[in-house]
């Protein structure tokens, strides 16, 4: 609270002026952008066109050295768009108010994270208990891309990196289908004389459309499995001719496993573990050199005997099948996935910096949505139901 006071006519005029705390912590908010650590991670949360829009609203904007250059954005980009480099990963969490990532912090971040520090990034909080457990006892907001949620139940900040995803799935998926890379030793979309590749997509949201377009467009034959009849209803007519649909059950997914090349797992439950489709017993009934690619795996995959793997070490094979599960697919390609992604996060990092993040998801519910542990609290359902935590309702800390 100030205080002014004015000499006029001899009369004190006392002039009393309240400026609100909030406005003045949230005025200039420092956001840090680190450096992605995870194995070939090479994507950025932040290219240096978001960075200026958040500089030119009067906010600093802290970006690790070197943190955009695996996606072509060198630090003299950021320096020109008005942010600041910082050499190090823990100078980046020290000094920021909002932390904006790609990927989940992994270990070696956890004791870099404040109390009240808020991160804006994707957790999938429901696949690996020790993350959660870790960020509660940090005290921090954590605000998860993958469960902010629209009205019409699409989620905006899943949707790019989802159709990298979905897209990246057939063009991994026909490199491993090749008999140097253990598969079976066949072509996609065949050629004269020889009938292609049989694809079978699980789930019919963004990364299974994508993927179905995908393998379409290179000729194989593709099913479709979903359990939403207006889903299916509505990619049965948007779809090429060589896409079939199907409604999806345990029957249906046995008997195509058994004739189909590539598997493609696209099965998603917001903030929720994926359920497992594809079974352990199912895999002897597959032809050797089939390849399944689970997309799902961020969040705990939808095929029984998938576990994250890394670009570097992409793929395992059990009972002759091939399983590629990579838990950051879109990191191969960090251009087109950082400039995608940023194109969606940024608006509600904008709010988020304006407003402080009690305000905006306040106002924001899609944004509210996002908010998966506050405080030491456990305020989205499908995290406390993953691991049997208690659950707080947003509400009750909003």
């Known amino acids: 609270m100030r205080a002014f006071f004015f ?27 680190p450096k992605e650590i995870k194995s070939n991670e090479n994507r950025v949360a932040l290219n240096p066109a978001g960075a200026l829009e958040l500089t030119k609203r009067g906010h600093q904007v802290y970006v690790q050295a070197t943190a955009g250059i695996g996606s072509g954005f060198s630090d003299q980009n950021y320096l020109s768009a008005g942010a600041k480099i910082l050499s190090t990963i823990e100078e980046i969490y020290a000094i920021a108010d909002m932390i904006i990532k790609v990927k989940e912090p992994i270990a070696s971040e956890y004791k870099l994270i404040k109390e009240n520090q808020l991160l804006f990034t994707y957790f999938h909080f429901a696949s690996y208990e020790p993350l959660t457990n870790a960020m509660i006892d940090s005290g921090a907001i954590c605000l998860a891309y993958e469960t902010v949620e629209l009205p019409d139940r699409s989620l905006p900040l899943l949707i790019p990196m989802s159709e990298v995803a979905g897209r990246m799935a057939i063009q991994e998926g026909a490199k491993y289908l090749e008999k140097p890379q253990k598969g079976k030793g066949i072509l996609l979309g065949g050629v004269p004389g020889v ?35 207006p889903r299916l209803r509505y990619l049965a007519d948007v779809m090429p001719a060589n896409v079939n649909t199907m409604f999806s059950n345990e029957l249906t997914i046995r008997e195509l496993v058994q004739t189909h090349d590539l598997i493609v797992g696209a099965v998603l439950i917001p903030g929720a573990k994926a359920p497992n489709l594809v079974t352990r017993d199912m895999l002897s009934t597959m032809h050797p050199g089939t390849v399944l690619v689970d997309v799902a ?13 890394t670009h570097d070490d992409p793929i395992y094979i059990i009972d002759n099948v091939v399983h590629y599960c990579v838990a950051n697919m879109p990191g191969a390609v960090p251009y087109t996935s950082t400039v995608a992604l940023t194109n969606a996060t940024l608006p509600y990092a904008i709010q988020l910096a304006d407003k ?11 944004l509210m949505m996002g908010l998966n542990v506050v405080n030491g609290k456990v305020v989205y359902e499908g995290v406390a139901k993953a691991f049997n935590l208690e659950y707080t309702p947003v509400e009750q800390i909003l």
């Open 297 to 309: 795996i961020d969040q705990g995959g939808c095929i029984e005997t998938s576990r994250p793997t």
């Open 7 to 33: 000499l006029e006519d001899s009369f004190l005029i006392c002039t009393i002026i309240v400026i609100s705390p909030k406005l003045v912590k949230y005025n200039h908010m420092i956001i840090g952008v």
């Open 195 to 229: 009938p292609p590749a049989k694809v079978l997509v699980l789930g019919g949201g963004i990364v299974g459309t994508q993927a179905a377009k995908m393998a379409a467009g290179l000729g194989s034959q593709v099913t479709l499995l979903d359990i939403s009849l």
């Open 356 to 366: 402080g993040w009690k305000q905006a998801c306040q106002q924001n519910k899609p």
